[in-house]
Each structure stands twice: as C-alpha cells, then as structure tokens.
C-alpha cells in the first residue's frame, strides 16, 4: 500500500512544512514562519487524509481512526505558542539584524533538501549572538521537527494499513464489475435494440396525442425503454393531464362545498326567521316562552317590551341592543318596543338622555302625551340646555339636544338655549 503514502498522503501532509522551509531564505523568513503556523498544517493533514480516503473508496474516519490524532493536537498546540513567539519576535528585531539576514541561507548541505525543522535550528544558530531571537528560533524548530518526526509516523501508518489495502482492492474489485456490467449492458442493448424502437415510436405518438392524459397510455416498459428526455415530456404531459384532473375534481368538490353552505345557510336563515317571526308575535302579544327567551339572549328586553314594564336602561341614552337585526322581524319588534315606551313614559325621565328610538317614538304620539309630562320634558330640555351653554362641553350639548327634541316633538316650543345647545353638538 505505499503507493498511499507516496504520490498521495506524503505530498499533502507534509506540503506545507516543505513549503515554509522554501521560504526561510533571506528576506523570506518571515512569510516562512508564518507558513508553520499550526492551522496550515493541520489542513495539510486534512487534505493528506480526505485524499486518501477518496483514493482507497472509503471514509474519513476511517483513516482518522488509524492515526493518534491526541499526539497530532498536542504537537501543533505547542506549535502555535513557539510559532507566534517567534514571528512576533522576528517581526520586531528583523529590521536590525542587517548583514545577519544574508547568512540566514547559507546553509551547509545545499546539495539536499532540508526540513523546516533543520532550516530553522540553521536560522537560530546563525542568531545565536542574540539570544532574545535565537531562542525563540531553537524553541519552534525543536517543535517543528518533532512535527516533521510525527508526520513519518503518519506516513508509515498510512503506508502499512491492511484495512486501506484492502479498501483500495475492494475499490478495484468494484470498478471490474462494473466494467463487466457495461460489457454485458452493451450485449443487452444491441439484442433489445428493436425493442428499444418500438417503445420510442410508442411513446412519441403518445406525445403528439392532443390530450395530455394520452401520456397515462404508455406502459412503464415502454418508458423505460426510452431516454430520459422523452421520460421528462411523458412525465410533464401526465402533471398536466393530473393538474387538469385536480382542478376538475376540485371544482366540483368546491362547488358541492358551495351548495352545502348555501343550503347551510338558506336553512338556518329560514330557522332565524321563523324563530324571529315567533319572537315578534309572541313579544307583541304579551305571551313569551321559555324558549322565547332563551332564542333572544337579550338579557330580558323582550321579556320586559312584552309584560310592559321597560326599564330607565332600555330608553337610553343608548339604543337597546334588540335581537332579530336584519330579519324580517326586526321592524315589528321595535314597533312593539315603541308600544312598550308608550305605556310608560314617564320612565324616560330617569335616563341621563333619551335614545334615538326613543325620540324617534315620540315624534307621532307626542301630541297624544299628558301635558303635565310635556311640562316635565321642556324643564328638563330647558335646564340641561342652559347647563350645556354654560359648561361649553360637547357631550352637555348633546345630551340636552336629545331632550330638547323631545320637547319639540310633544309640541312644547323649545328655543333660546335648545338652539345654541344644538348648534354645539352639530359642531362636534
């Protein structure tokens, strides 16, 4: 298995320190002892392994678990403490060590390549008259060779790894087979190559067809008997002829859904009607029911319109919410709430101000009041009114508008501050 370790794993992992070694030559020595910082030699280990795995077909982790990676972080750790020493040390006294930067390669053994490690114990020896340089020098190369030692360990083990052989000829095995199968797929194709005709001349007829639903003709033989692009158009005319399907199946679910609602909806609006209905004759006659009742929840106004015994609350100075909005019957139970309001007027009197039903009642019964409540109703509309011109407030003035329409429409002349109390709530 050396062949791993040769042109594959030794190259890559040992990259970067060749590299570093180039440059730690005259002026270069600085971008050299940047190079051997531990993060690009620990990706020349990374590269080193995913090669290898690529090229014995196997995984990663499994080259991973042949190595002892602890060792691996421990030598770059201390890597990158004798590393940063060092280039700080070289950035900083770099520029007066003159002449000494020259000797740096003038190195014994030029016939040869030197490791990173024997080119920096050179660089430090050549310092050695400055020990704040030099040491730092002699720390990073003990280091670095002891990195360099490490990585021939990794070589070795890479290069002597039974279960790597053995994944590369598993590799090898592979690639026979499926050079046989191409063989054997190439005797299949020039025997089925009739075949191979028809089912292209079938399909392409299904492709013409006007209806895309023709595509769902084609038998799954035919198909893949085909090329890929002619497997495509079959599959598009199909997703259309589905998608038509789709929509016709969801238009008419929609338009069942539809009816269902609509009957839905025509039969409870029957039902609110008819209970409305029920509601309204009962409320005009007097006679509610339990169930009455409990189909109004309107906590007890038809209750009350229907016995005759309306409450301060329900003549102001907000309408009552009334059930049946919107119904047929909505009209005759206001009517029955009007009826109701006659009967007891004088109850007006106890509300802040009359509501707008309310005032709406007396416009054509107001004639018909005792005069003694008319009386009543302009003192009320004539006080509050001379109360809202004073206080100059909106609210006052409405409130006193209400009364005063009142009085107007029970035929008590109402003027002077009715008028200005007026003026001011249609300022709002």
């Not at 707008?356 to 009543?376: I, N």
Request: charged share 25%; aromatic share 4%; with cysteine.
């Amino acid at each position: 298995m050396a062949f791993l370790a040769g042109p594959v794993f030794a190259p890559l992992l040992l990259g970067p320190a060749n590299a570093a070694a180039a440059h730690l030559v005259s002026d270069r020595v600085e971008k050299g002892l940047e190079e051997l910082a531990p993060e690009p030699l620990r990706a020349g280990l990374t590269l080193a392994i995913a090669r290898v795995a690529a090229h014995a077909s196997t995984r990663p982790e499994v080259v991973v678990r042949l190595l002892p990676m602890a060792e691996v972080d421990a030598a770059l750790a201390r890597i990158a403490v004798t590393q940063g020493r060092a280039v700080a040390i070289w950035r900083s006294y770099a520029g007066g060590l003159g002449g000494l930067l020259g000797r740096a390669s003038e190195v014994p053994g030029e016939g040869r390549a030197q490791a990173a490690g024997e080119r920096l114990h050179v660089l430090a020896e050549t310092m050695q008259r400055d020990k704040v340089v030099s040491q730092p020098l002699h720390a990073l190369a003990d280091d670095v060779a002891a990195w360099e030692a490490l990585a021939e360990r990794l070589i070795g083990i890479v290069a002597g790894s039974k279960e790597l052989r053995f994944a590369y000829r598993l590799r090898q095995a592979k690639v026979a087979a499926v050079a046989l199968s191409l063989a054997a797929l190439v005797v299949v194709l020039a025997i089925i190559g009739r075949a191979l005709w028809t089912a292209r001349a079938n399909v392409r007829a299904a492709i013409a067809k006007p209806d895309e639903c023709g595509a769902f003709d084609v038998s799954e033989i035919d198909l893949g008997r085909v090329s890929a692009a002619l497997r495509e158009q079959i599959a598009a005319r199909r997703q259309v002829c589905e998608r038509k399907r789709a929509d016709e199946a969801a238009r008419i679910e929609a338009e069942r859904l539809r009816k269902e609602r609509e009957e839905a909806a025509r039969k409870a609006r029957e039902k609110l009607e008819a209970d409305c209905d029920g509601l309204a004759t009962h409320t005009a006659a007097g006679k509610l029911t339990s169930e009455d009742a409990a189909f109004a929840a309107d906590g007890g106004l038809t209750a009350r319109i229907a016995d005759g015994s309306l409450e301060g609350r329900d003549f102001g100075p907000q309408d009552p919410q009334m059930p049946c909005v919107g119904t047929k019957a909505e009209s005759r139970l206001w009517e029955a709430f009007g009826k109701a309001v006659l009967l007891k007027p004088w109850i007006m009197l106890v509300t802040t101000a009359p509501s707008p039903r309310v005032r709406a009642v007396f416009v054509p019964a107001g004639g018909r009041m005792p005069f003694k409540l008319r009386r009543v109703i302009a003192t009320r509309a004539n006080d509050l009114a001379k109360f809202a011109v004073r206080s100059g407030k909106i609210d006052d003035a409405a409130r006193a508008s209400a009364w005063c329409e009142v009085a107007r429409s029970v035929g008590m002349p109402m003027a002077g501050p009715c008028d200005v109390a007026d003026k001011l709530t249609k300022s709002r």
